[in-house]
């Protein structure tokens, strides 16, 4: 009879602990889980600063549209 192959597992590592505004703890061994729900407050602020950079971009090529310079500077 043959004996069983025995493979070593590695042990679970602790899992990270987040405490949320409230007292809410949130466990994972996951940290980008636990990141999410901490930054789900900051989503209207990262709105807005994805509106700014879009106006400035678009501020930005208005120039580029309206075609090349040109002088017309008389010697």
Known sequence: MALPICIPVDE???P????????VTV???????????AFTPL???????DTVVAVFNCVKAIP???GPRTSTTRG
Not at 16 to 23: A, E, H, Q, R, V
Not at 27 to 37: D, T
């Open 12 to 14: 679970t590592p602790d």
């Open 64 to 66: 580029d549209s309206l």
């Open 27 to 37: 466990e994972s061994i996951n940290l980008m889980e636990q990141v999410h729900p």
């Open 16 to 23: 990270f602990s987040i405490t949320l505004p409230g007292g």
């Open 43 to 49: 989503v209207p602020l990262f709105n807005i600063i």
